[in-house]
């Protein structure tokens, strides 16, 4: 049950009534708004001059002492129950303090809107709650705090009135269902045609008191300034409101009447206002509680202290200026004179209020002009008496003075109607087309806005590529707005470059988009975007095609073996780079060539999946200290006897990067070189596990190969042991016999400079065992004694060392096919006149050999060459002679082992730049040994990769020479 309705407070709309507590529910009441603007003061708002008129502080300032706040809405209502009267005071940004409070609240919002949209939906509210009032109100006060009429209103008067005609049906069709009202309002849509009434406030004309006596007196016929103001202010708004056609001559027709024989417009002139209290009451403490008499003053000023003040002063000072109260006209004292006693007739002798009481701001003169001006339209309309027609043949207008039970829940039903959604349906339509007629700045903005869009449109379509990456989509974009910027003004500025964003991106991914991936290169991808192959389609609307990364870009490049060069793609994977480029290029020249097979990943499921891999903390960086550290470590878990002890040492040392193993940490394997040796066609992968023996703690166990996950990346110093990759980066394949290679022509393969392919010789140095020749080799044939002869590397009878040598060579390739070797870091090979190298290969034995060198093409801005391949040219058995055999153990690191200064290491994140380079190896578990008698060809990575980054060729000079192939690579063994 709703609660007992209080008639001593404000209450807003809707309101939650209990009709039945109201008193004397049989006679009608009359509706007063008011509306319109009002100056900034704390104190005090635009309803405050009401006060005086209801003898009660109800209508308070925002930041009043006796400030009564509206929990909803926007309306402040208050009934007058001793006069039956029902005030509305309509509040919205129009008032100064609510316009600051809500820029107040706008700024405070993380995402806000700009200020016009603001005022934008605040201008829609208030026309509304405004329609709501011409539609319940039999007088309307425009409140204005000015001297002059704002023409703003007329455009708001014809949207409000055409409104009212599209909705006229609708509220005629709701009233019905509402109980107590007559048929004529109902048919209606309203009680009545309100009757406008103006107050301007602060005129630019001041009067005194002593015009009051001038106009008193009967002999004096003039009007005093104030009033002429007052004529002069209802005949212009008479002229503009009959000539725009805001009023018509029959009232029915009209959002809204004037009074015609009546004044319809008041003035306030200036007046003394209190806009802080506190100043209030300390001055008025001053002046009552003073300890000066008047015998004082009055002694203290015929004594001549003090200059006395003039005439003029005093008499200000004891008399501030009120205004002249307006006399009323004719009609309005006849009426005044012959109202009942049931209607508004008290306000006219009702008690003066005390000066505690007074609200501030106005005089008693003012107060009882404000009445007698309220009264005498107020008492019409309990007189039913309202008739602002004009001409010979007017219509009666229609009238209702309603009861408050009925008034308060028609006004309920019409908020519903005005401000619910449960009407949108019906309200909709005309509500968005009074929308557009308000604001005028939005339509001329959108129409500006919707000639420049498709200039704008037409700058970005200009000379466009058939398909373009972002960074040239954005670009263009960005020349669209500017565009745009240019011409465009006003509130739709935002929304049509918000639109024209979408527009063009709409257009740049119609079938113009180009795919961005980068190749290991860095260069882009020229192709359409597209699904690269074994890519499944996001839905059934993608329509891309199946097509691989292709960057326009080539190089050229030789097979595993050097013997072909063919041009090579820009690879988008390192598989592509690495292994199927070689691949392709096997088929032609390299599958029937003698093959070492490198370890690779062999599954034993269906389903292989690439193994997860930590990131590298910092102490696991290679460096002494940390392999010391761990290695003591490592030698207390030696000396467990279990297995588990013994795998848990391998792992760590392997994570470590202790698997970069030199010759001498292995034992010589008892199989004869030339078991490793594997032909292509078999195309088997044999792998040897060995268990570890336990009992002997100077044996190092294998680690056991996973057959179900595999390597995902390329195998470094920092790989996980155990774990091998799907294809291997390395190749090593043999050219063909050691005569193949003749100290004096060099290598007879495609791309090499003039000079420069060139093999280093390498000087061997072996004891041999001293033996007299045989029988059958001193008197054989000529043909084993020529073999001995060739044979015999120079030791004569009594020598007891051989030399033996290496053939080596380390080749450089270039984007443009140049090849060549060189004899020590950016030295190439130069042999002399008579085709001799006067080198050796002791630095390419003992040296780092830079990764990339200069090579001597003929290149406008230089070209950086990349060591590719290693030829060793290994020596045949000699009878007699103990067997010699090379091993390669390719170490290569392509950046720099530690990170750059200004790179801090990071616990969270383990990366390439927190814990440098690795280096990266074949994989395998011992140094590579090389057979006999043959020319062999170690073919390195073009890309290197591991699970952090791509490791290009730096862009930085003197960064180069980190990039190196580690010493250490060749060695030998006697068998």
Same mark, same amino acid.
């Given at each position: 049950?709703?609660?007992p ?41 635009k ?31 208050y ?42 939906e ?6 509304k ?97 104030l ?34 024989n ?34 004082v ?10 200059k006395?003040k003039?005439?003029?002063?005093n ?38 209020? +005390?000066?505690? /009481? *007074?609200? $501030? !701001?106005?005089? %008693? ?9 309220? @009264?005498?339209h ?8 309202v008739n ?19 008034w ?14 449960a ?26 806005c ?34 745009? +910027?240019?011409? /465009? *003004?006003? $509130? !739709?500025?935002? %929304? ?9 991106? @709409?257009y ?93 990943f ?20 290679? !460096? ?24 848990s ?138 073999q ?34 060189c ?19 002791s ?11 200069s ?17 060793v ?20 690191q ?18 390439a ?52 192939l ?10």
């Amino acid at each position: 049950m709703a609660a007992p309705f209080e008639f001593d407070r404000t209450f807003s709309l809707p309101i939650d009534l209990n009709t039945s507590c109201i008193p004397k529910p049989d006679e009608g009441i009359c509706i007063v708004s008011i509306y319109g603007k009002s100056r900034f003061n704390p104190f005090i708002s635009k309803a405050t001059i009401l006060n005086p008129i209801i003898d009660k502080e109800i209508f308070q300032g925002p930041e009043g002492l006796f400030q009564n706040q509206i929990k909803n809405g926007n309306l402040e209502c208050y009934f007058d129950a001793s006069s039956r009267v029902m005030y509305l005071h309509l509040t919205s940004h129009y008032d100064v303090n609510v316009l600051s409070k809500k820029c107040q609240d706008l700024r405070k919002l993380e995402q806000s809107n700009d200020f016009y949209s603001l005022c934008q939906e605040e201008d829609v509210k208030h026309a509304k709650t405004l329609l709501l009032l011409f539609t319940l109100s039999h007088i309307m006060i425009l409140f204005h705090p000015g001297g002059t009429f704002d023409l703003s209103y007329l455009r708001l008067f014809h949207s409000l009135d055409a409104v009212r005609g599209k909705l006229q049906t609708s509220m005629c069709e709701m009233l019905t269902s509402v109980p107590g009202v007559s048929s004529k309002w109902s048919s209606f849509g309203r009680v009545c045609t309100p009757r406008v009434l103006f107050v301007f406030e602060a005129p630019s004309i001041e009067t005194q008191p002593e015009d009051a006596d001038s106009i008193s007196a009967k002999s004096s016929k003039k009007y005093p300034p104030l009033k002429k103001l007052q004529m002069g202010i209802e005949d212009m708004i008479y002229r503009i409101l009959r000539k725009t056609r805001a009023v018509t001559n029959i009232s029915n027709n009209s959002l809204f009447s004037i009074a015609v024989n009546q004044q319809f417009v008041y003035l306030h002139s200036k007046r003394l206002e209190i806009s802080d209290p506190s100043e209030f009451m300390t001055s008025m403490i001053r002046q009552h509680c003073s300890p000066h008499s008047e015998a004082v003053v009055s002694e203290s000023t015929t004594s001549g202290q003090h200059k006395p003040k003039s005439y003029c002063l005093n008499r200000r000072k004891a008399n501030p200026p009120v205004p002249e109260p307006l006399g009323l006209s004719m009609t309005s004292t006849q009426s005044a004179a012959t109202s009942k006693p049931g209607t508004l007739s008290h306000l006219g002798s009702s008690p003066p209020m +005390s000066s505690g /009481a *007074r609200q $501030p !701001g106005f005089g %008693k003169g003012q107060e009882q002009c404000l009445k007698e001006f309220l @009264r005498q339209h107020v008492d019409m309309v309990f007189m039913k008496s309202v008739n602002d027609n004009v001409g010979r043949h007017g219509v009666e207008p229609i009238f209702e003075l309603p009861q408050l039970g009925t008034w308060l829940r028609v006004a309920n039903k019409m908020h519903d109607f005005f401000f619910s959604e449960a009407y949108s349906n019906v309200t909709a339509h005309p509500f968005s087309l009074f929308r557009n007629s308000l604001d005028i700045s939005t339509r001329f903005s959108e129409n500006r806005c919707n000639k420049v869009l498709p200039l704008a449109e037409s700058a970005y379509q200009q000379d466009l590529p058939p398909y373009y990456i972002t960074s040239f989509h954005e670009s263009r974009l960005n020349k669209a707005k500017r565009v745009f +910027s240019q011409y /465009a *003004r006003g $509130p !739709g500025y935002a %929304k049509y470059m918000q639109e024209l964003e979408l527009s063009c991106t @709409r257009y740049w991914k119609s079938g113009r988009q180009q795919c961005e991936a980068l190749s290991l290169t860095g260069n882009l991808c020229t192709n359409k975007v597209h699904l690269l192959p074994g890519q499944e389609p996001e839905g059934p609307d993608d329509v891309r095609v199946v097509a691989d990364c292709c960057s326009l870009v080539q190089t050229k490049a030789a097979c595993n073996c050097g013997r072909m060069q063919a041009d090579r793609d820009d690879p988008f994977h390192f598989k592509s780079a690495n292994y199927d480029f070689y691949q392709e290029l096997e088929a032609v020249c390299c599958s029937k060539l003698e093959h070492i097979a490198m370890p690779v990943f062999t599954p034993s499921t269906s389903d292989p999946k690439a193994a997860t891999v930590l990131p590298v903390l910092p102490w696991q960086q290679d !460096g002494e200290d940390g392999v010391k550290e761990q290695g003591k470590d490592s030698t207390k878990d030696s000396e467990k006897p279990d297995v588990f002890g013994t795998l848990s040492e391998l792992s760590l040392a392997l994570s470590l990067g202790q698997n970069a193993l030199q010759a001498e940490d292995f034992e010589p394997k008892a199989s004869p070189g030339g078991s490793q040796r594997e032909v292509a066609e078999s195309g088997e992968d044999k792998q040897q596990v060995a268990s570890p023996d336990l009992n002997q703690g100077k044996a190092k166990p294998l680690r056991q190969v996973s057959t179900t996950e595999y390597l995902a990346y390329m195998v470094h110093s920092r790989s996980p042991p155990g774990l091998l990759p799907k294809f291997s980066s390395f190749s090593v394949c043999r050219l063909g016999p050691s005569s193949l290679y003749s100290h004096m022509m060099g290598l007879e393969l495609p791309g090499f400079l003039p000079g420069s392919n060139f093999l280093l010789p390498w000087d061997i140095s072996i004891k041999s065992e001293q033996a007299w020749p045989s029988v059958a080799e001193t008197f054989g044939s000529g043909k084993k004694r020529q073999q001995r002869k060739i044979s015999k590397a120079g030791p004569e009878p009594g020598d007891t060392a051989t030399t033996v040598r290496v053939y080596l060579g380390m080749e450089y390739e270039c984007p443009r096919g140049h090849r060549f070797f060189c004899s020590g870091p950016d030295k190439i090979i130069k042999v002399s006149s008579n085709s001799m190298v006067k080198d050796n290969a002791s630095r390419l034995v003992h040296m780092d050999m830079p990764l990339y060198t200069s090579c001597h093409c003929k290149q406008p801005k230089g070209c950086l060459a990349q060591m590719m391949r290693v030829f060793v040219c290994t020596p045949r058995d000699i009878p007699g002679v103990p067997s010699l055999r090379v091993t390669v153990s390719p170490q290569v690191q392509p950046a720099p082992a530690t990170p750059p200064p200004h790179t801090a290491p990071s616990s969270s994140s383990a990366g390439a730049s927190s814990s440098g380079c690795p280096q990266f190896h074949p994989g395998l578990e011992s140094p590579l040994e090389l057979p006999a008698d043959g020319v062999w060809v170690v073919r390195l990575p073009s890309i290197y990769q591991d699970e952090h980054q791509v490791y290009l060729m730096p862009n930085d000079h003197q960064v180069l020479h980190s990039c190196v192939l580690l010493s250490g690579m060749f060695s030998y063994r006697m068998l």
